[in-house]
Every structure is written in C-alpha cells, then in structure tokens.
C-alpha cells in the first residue's frame, strides 16, 4: 500500500484552559495571517473540566486515568456523561493504554482515536489495516486508532520537505502531533501561541494541513483510497 498523495500533516493538542474567559481569550487570539480559533484545536481535559467548558469548545477529547480503565461500568458512565455535553466527541486521551483498555467499549461509545504517550510497539497492529510509514498511530482494531503524542522541532519537518523537493522524490507525507501541555500537564498559553503561529505560517506557504484529532481516521481512509488498489481503510 502506497500514500504518495498523502501531505504533511499536523494536528495540535491541549489542555483545557481553566475558566471560560481563558478558552475564550486561546481561541479569539489573533494568528500572524487568521485568527486562532480557524484552526482545528484538540482540546482534552477530565470530564468534570468538559462539563464547565462552552458548547461551542470545537474538538474535545476526554482524558481518562488508570482506575477509569479499570471498571467497565465507570467508565462507560464516564464517556456518556461526557457525549452528553459534547455529543460530537470521538476522541479519548488515555496516557499509557494496555491489554485490558477497553476497545470494544470504547468504539462501542462511539470513540474513533486515543491520544496516548506512545504506541505499543509490542502490540501488532493488523496488515489489513496498514498505516502510512513512519506516522505515530496504528489501526488498534476495526474503528479505533491509537496516535502517539510528539513534539517534533519544525526544522526537521521543514528539512524532510525540501530534501524530497531538491531530489525530485515524491513526498510521501508526515504527521506530527502537537501537545502543548506545560510540563505539570496544563495548559500554557504561551506553548500554544507558539505552536499556532508556527502552523499558520506554514499553512500560508502551503507546507502543512491541519486537522482535528478526530478528523484521523476519515483523513488517512480517503487519501490511501486515492492510491491503487482502493484502499480498505474505508471500513476502519
């Protein structure tokens, strides 16, 4: 399976900020060409930070802890409560998933990507669900993916596209995910000003696409389906 006509890809993550003033100061933040809040921002935070955030957040993402993934009944209540204030959500942060995270529940829930610290090397995932190389993520099980946290530097992103560029090389696309969190895990507004900026710039030079967290699965299904043979992700 090739995904020649994949682009390079980056998808920002962040912590809620705390009250609704700050939310709204994040995203009406004026960028160096649009407003902030044109970008599709993954917000995550726990279910009691969601419930006290405005309908009109964008992409959220309920963060999950160890004894979440250890009661089946927890927390399915816990992802009902949540959709029932943000009916849209398809996303979960889950920092360190393992055998026993839960994966029918969750697609069950109507979840559709995890946002974790790092794939699970020692999982494999399925060959009939192949995954673009060198990309942070994998195809857990029909319906769900798992994508890694990173905090890549851009001028190696910026170097990767000229080197296919200057040797005439098809460039077969990255994805980088962007976690702005501050060291202690909150939100800094001074790490997402900064990553926002940046992808903005790059946005205008036609160097990047950003997408929502949730956006995943539909974005890598209709660009392996533009590759021959067709693409079987359309069922994932």
């Known amino acids: 399976m090739h995904y020649q006509s994949l682009s390079n890809v980056h998808i920002v993550c962040t912590p809620l900020p705390h009250g609704n003033a700050t939310m709204v100061d994040a995203r009406n933040t004026p960028g160096p060409t649009l407003p902030i809040s044109t970008l599709p921002i993954s917000w995550y935070g726990t279910l009691a930070h969601l419930e006290n955030m405005p309908q009109d957040t964008g992409t959220v993402c309920l963060e999950l802890d160890s004894d979440d993934l250890c009661v089946k009944h927890r927390l399915r209540m816990k992802l009902r409560s949540a959709r029932n204030s943000f009916p849209a959500m398809k996303a979960v942060v889950i920092s360190k998933p393992n055998q026993d995270s839960h994966y029918d529940l969750l697609i069950d829930e109507g979840i559709s990507v995890i946002l974790t610290q790092s794939t699970n090397s020692t999982l494999s995932a399925s060959l009939r669900r192949p995954t673009p190389a060198g990309w942070p993520c994998r195809n857990v099980q ?24 200057l040797h005439k090389r098809p460039h077969v696309g990255t994805l980088r995910i962007l976690d702005t969190r501050s060291k202690t895990g909150t939100y800094d507004h001074k790490k997402f000003m900064k990553a926002t900026r940046c992808l903005q710039n790059l946005i205008s030079k036609k160097m990047t ?6 956006q995943l699965p539909n974005f890598i299904s209709k660009s392996s389906s533009r590759e021959r043979p067709a693409s079987i992700l359309k069922a994932a």
């Open 209 to 214: 696409t950003v997408i929502g967290l949730d």
């Open 142 to 165: 029909w319906g769900l993916w798992e994508v890694a946290r990173a905090n890549p530097k851009q001028r190696l992103f910026a170097r990767e596209f000229f080197k296919s560029f």
